[in-house]
Nanobody, 113 residues
C-alpha cells in the first residue's frame, strides 16, 4: 500500500508553465512504473506521461515536446514539468503507481485562453 499526494496545480495563461509534484508515502519508485494521467470534464482519463524503474519515459502525442516527467528516488517524488500550456491541457491531473494500483487525489490545472 502507498499513498500519493499531488501538488502544484493552478491557473495559468496560454503559453505559461506549471510544475506538478507527486509525493509517495514511502520509497517505491525504484521498482515501480509511475505515471501522470489527466481527466477533463466529459472525457475519459488519459495517460500523459510514464516513467519506468529504469528511467524510460513515454508521453502522449499531445504533450510531447512540452511536458517532461522526472523522478527523485531519494525524495520519493515524481514531477511533471509542463511548458507551453494550452487550454486543452485543462484537466485534473493524477499521479498513479501502476504496481500498487494507487491513485493520488488529483490536482487541478486550468489554462485560460
Amino acid at each position: 500500500q502507498v499513498q500519493l499526494v499531488e501538488s502544484g496545480g493552478g491557473l495559468v495563461q496560454t503559453g505559461g508553465s506549471l510544475r506538478l509534484s507527486c509525493a509517495a508515502s514511502r520509497s517505491i519508485f525504484s521498482i515501480n512504473v509511475m505515471g501522470w494521467y489527466r481527466q477533463a470534464p466529459g472525457k475519459e482519463r488519459e495517460m500523459v506521461a510514464t516513467i519506468t524503474s529504469g528511467g524510460s519515459t513515454n508521453y502522449a502525442d499531445s504533450v510531447k515536446g512540452r511536458f517532461t516527467i522526472s523522478r527523485d528516488i531519494a525524495e520519493n517524488t515524481i514531477d511533471l514539468q509542463m511548458n507551453s500550456l494550452k487550454p486543452e491541457d485543462t484537466a485534473t491531473y493524477y499521479c498513479y503507481a501502476h504496481f500498487f494500483r494507487s491513485w493520488g487525489q488529483g490536482t487541478q490545472v486550468t489554462v485560460s485562453s
